[in-house]
């Protein structure tokens, strides 16, 4: 991966885009006729539960966590591909979870969004100038073909696929993955959104041209000043794009801070164990399933109190009983522990 890293800049309180304050998205699970006639609560599976944080102007905001930890019903939700349980996602004033179909129709131009399948998500039959143009046409930007051509043309220059002339004829079956991926970007700057969801961008990617479209999104929120809330599982990918990272278990945000901060000085033992499995070469070294005991439980039925206490090694009776707040500590540096600063590293 190239040497460019996270600009880590300075980020005021002032620069805020998005604020998600309690944030819930839970779905009914479906029973059997039997299992429903007996069942008095209908369970739910809590897919976020209760998440709040702030997102700043320009910045690239990780969301990190293992499969099934919510992170991209997170962004559906805040997205409005689906819709929350309650809670509220502001973009620059405005609550994305209240505006009806038409205003959200509007609403739309101001976030895009980056499939992690860029050949899925587009259509094979159109080719890259229309697969572009498309979300003009929706949202009534251009008035004529030869205003969409030279904003296609623009953003492929800006995702450095040139000649843009050569590229704009082509279907998306002639393209490589890395391509195909830089189209998709393309697609979603001819709007000129505020901000852009990145939903694990690069993990079908072949590893050797990962670090070319990563490259790219940090390229684009320094120059274009795109901010980016870049979904992933993967730490290490974290570490080298994002300004800030949060780091997700079980529908639960457990901690948020500086990439420095959270890879530097992890302070969940969550963290500390997914770092652990990541950066920490040594085989003598514990890994993440020697610091966690078993599996991940069920979403449906989370734990009490912490839902980390039932594979962690620190838990005490109070974790069992008692879920943590989430306290700032250091500087920006945010964690969801009651033990924070008592046990030492892993
Ligand atoms: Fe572990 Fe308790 Fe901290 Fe949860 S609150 S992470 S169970 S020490």
Do not use: W
Request: aromatic content about 6%; overall charge neutral.
């Amino acid at each position: 991966m190239a040497a460019m890293t996270a600009a880590h800049t300075e980020l005021k309180k002032g620069d805020v885009i998005l604020q998600v304050r309690n944030l819930v998205k839970h779905f009914p699970v479906r029973l059997g006729l039997i299992q429903a006639l007996r069942t008095k609560v209908p369970p739910v599976l809590k897919a976020v539960d209760n998440v709040s944080f702030d997102v700043y102007k320009g910045e690239i905001f990780g969301v990190v966590g293992e499969s099934g930890c919510g992170k991209t019903t997170l962004a559906r939700t805040i997205l409005r591909l689906t819709d929350a349980t309650s809670g509220s996602a502001i973009l620059e004033g405005t609550d994305i979870m209240s505006l009806s179909p038409p205003e959200m129709k509007k609403l739309r131009k101001k976030m895009q969004v980056i499939f992690q399948d860029p050949y899925e998500s587009m259509n094979p039959r159109m080719d890259v100038q229309t697969i572009i143009s498309e979300p003009l046409r929706i949202q009534g930007i251009v008035r004529s073909v030869h205003e969409a051509r030279d904003i296609v043309a623009r953003v492929l220059a800006d995702v450095e696929m040139l000649p843009p002339e050569e590229y704009m004829t082509r279907y998306p079956h002639e393209l490589s993955g890395g391509q195909r991926q830089r189209v998709a970007v393309a697609r979603a700057l001819s709007v000129d959104p505020d901000f852009i969801v990145a939903d694990e961008p690069v993990s079908m990617l072949d590893v050797s041209i990962r670090g070319e479209v990563l490259n790219l999104m940090l390229e684009l929120s320094r120059s274009r000043g795109v901010t980016f809330i870049y979904i992933t599982h993967d730490l290490a990918t974290a570490r080298h794009v994002c300004d800030r990272i949060a780091v997700m278990y079980l529908g639960k945000m457990v901690e948020l801070g500086t990439a420095d901060e959270v890879i530097g000085n992890p302070l969940h033992p969550y963290t500390q164990a997914l770092i652990g499995a990541v950066f920490v070469p040594d085989p003598r070294h514990r890994g993440f399933a020697d610091i966690l005991k078993g599996e991940i439980p069920s979403p449906v039925n989370p734990p009490s109190g912490c839902r980390l206490h039932p594979r962690c090694p620190y838990a005490i009776d109070r974790c069992k009983a008692e879920e943590p707040e989430f306290r700032t500590f250091e500087g920006t540096h945010q964690a969801a522990c009651h033990l924070v600063g008592q046990f030492g590293k892993s």
